[in-house]
């Protein structure tokens, strides 16, 4: 136990392009989803929210993409604590990635899962499932504990039934709101960039999030934490009045208390 009546906590560490990390907590567990900041940055926002770094009882990994993964080796090397990821994400990233001294890096505990088929760590039972991105084997998550449900997921070109799925009854949903569609096509980026960005397999706009707000999603949410803003073709504001606007359309989601995830620092921790 960390904490009496610590109940089921999330913070978001980092989120964006330049690395994402979250974290979240059980009485019995403490898991940390991606781990794309480095080591240092990492430790030292999980001292900052009052974390010990050594209590992490696992990393999960997302998918091998530099924003999700690139603390991972020295992470895994000082905490030696179980790496979770998919057999062709774990391939695909020790191939492309070589340490110091020019080898593959090792993970001291590696264990594989399968999206769509859970697992255990401690009381929390994790989900992964398959989202459309242009990775190995990329995956969201939902994790359930002590009666309450969390959903990650960020990274995806759309919202396929299936991860409409996964989100319903969930108590804090964390989810991508990547991009402005007039601001990314308006913006400096190169036009390859652009089409990979706007593809099903690149990244959620605003404007598909708030037609996922007003047309599919159940409203059950007590927190909803939009995550891997655009620094480039997103605004706080913007991203935030979009998911409100679409919010709003439905009269019965007053508990909906929308939050940003940032890149730089950590957010607030949503405690359930
Ligand atoms: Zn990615
Ligand atoms: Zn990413």
Redesign the pocket.
């Given at each position: 136990m960390y904490a009496p009546n610590m109940a089921v906590c999330v913070s978001m560490l980092a989120s964006g392009?330049r690395g994402?990390a979250a974290l979240v907590e059980s009485s019995n567990a403490r898991i940390l989803v991606d781990a794309?900041i480095s080591c240092r940055e990492t430790f030292k926002r999980l001292k900052s929210i009052g974390r010990d770094p050594r209590e992490i009882s696992a990393i999960l990994i997302t998918h091998e993409?530099a924003?999700?993964i690139y603390g991972l080796a020295t992470l895994s090397k000082k905490l030696r604590v179980p790496i979770f990821m998919t057999g062709a994400t774990h391939q695909v990233w020790s191939r492309s990635v070589r340490d110091a001294t020019g080898e593959r890096p090792q993970i001291a505990k590696l264990e594989v899962f399968y999206a769509g088929r859970s697992f255990q760590i401690a009381d929390i039972t994790v989900m992964p499932f398959t989202i459309p991105h242009d990775a190995a084997d990329p995956v969201g998550y939902t994790f359930r504990a002590e009666g309450t449900k969390v959903a990650l997921v960020?990274?995806l070109g759309y919202m396929p039934a299936s991860v409409c799925d996964h989100l319903r009854k969930c108590d804090v949903l964390i989810v991508e709101s990547n991009h402005d569609l007039e601001m990314l096509r308006g913006g400096s980026y190169p036009w390859s960039v652009k089409q990979r960005v706007m593809s099903r397999v690149g990244?959620l706009s605003n404007e598909s999030l708030a037609q996922f707000f007003a047309q599919d999603y159940d409203g059950g949410a007590s927190y909803i934490v939009l995550a891997?803003l655009s620094e480039q073709n997103n605004h706080p504001e913007i991203a935030l009045k979009a998911a409100n606007d679409a919010l709003g359309r439905q009269m019965t989601l007053l508990q909906n208390r929308v939050m940003l995830a940032a890149q730089d620092a950590p957010t607030e921790t949503i405690r359930l």
């Open positions: 392009s994402n794309g993409h924003d999700h960020t990274d990244h891997h």
